[in-house]
């Protein structure tokens, strides 16, 4: 799974627990991985704020203080490691409380063997690293579109309000970026050109418009996977195929 031993760190109050966790993993054999144990909430915070750990297994009871608490401490520090919590008892409003506070998943003590820990692991940092190349995919399409030279939009899908627009389009349509987020498509199309109709064939979420000096000719280029077809009705009024 990893070319590197997983740093675990387990936040248990009770060294029997932390024994048998211990012996679980042992007997996997799967994971590659140095397992470390603190015993106090204290010292978990400590630990946390270090961020020297792949993933953490988070005990509910901890003295006076309890597991989701501390939880709720890691989402404030931004702690992208994830976190199990681990609980003596079944409860379904603790395991809802644990999932929608942060927690990776919930395992009750007593009832995972070694294969549900190594899955439960394994699954959450496979879930990690999901996130983190989205969340890394994402920002290299914010810096293209922030930095694209040429105007680009995201709109609507039913309505063509304007969602999104790059620096571009602020400046090629004199509005500011507040402006133009309360505008759509038809808005700064129709009152420059009344002769310009638009028809949508596929769904998209994000076109890029090029215009013309004259208006009239006005190319659409698919960014994603839509389809805008835009004709123009020269003085003439002979309709023209469409044409990209």
Not at 171 to 198: C, Q
Request: proline share 3%; net charge negative; charged share 20%.
């Amino acid at each position: 799974m990893s070319t590197h031993n997983l740093r675990l760190l387990l936040i248990e109050d009770d060294e029997d627990d932390y024994l048998i966790t211990r012996d679980l993993l042992r007997e996997s054999g799967q994971l590659r991985y140095q397992l470390d144990w603190v015993s106090d909430y204290e010292a978990a915070l400590t630990a946390l704020e270090q961020r020297a750990h792949d993933l953490y297994l988070v005990d509910y009871r901890l003295g006076t203080e309890n597991g989701l608490d501390l939880i709720a401490h890691a989402q404030g520090l931004g702690i992208r490691a994830p976190l199990i919590l681990l609980t003596g008892q079944g409860d379904d409003e603790l395991d809802a409380s644990a999932i929608d506070m942060g927690a990776a998943d919930y395992l009750i003590k007593g009832e995972f063997n070694s294969q549900m820990l190594v899955r439960s692991i394994r699954y959450a940092l496979g879930r990690v690293h999901a996130r983190d190349a989205l969340a890394s995919s994402e920002a290299r399409y914010r810096l293209l579109f922030e930095t694209n030279p040429e105007a680009v939009y995201v709109v609507h899908q039913q309505s063509l309000a304007f969602l999104a627009v790059n620096p571009a389009a602020v400046k090629a349509h004199g509005y500011s970026r507040e402006e133009l987020l309360r505008m759509t498509v038809a808005d700064i199309l129709a009152p420059k050109n009344g002769n310009v109709f638009w028809s949508p064939s596929l769904r998209c979420s994000t076109v890029t418009v090029h215009p013309t000096r004259a208006f009239g000719h006005i190319v659409i280029r698919m960014v994603m996977t839509w389809r805008w077809t835009c004709w123009s009705i020269s003085s003439s009024t002979t309709l023209h195929q469409p044409f990209w």
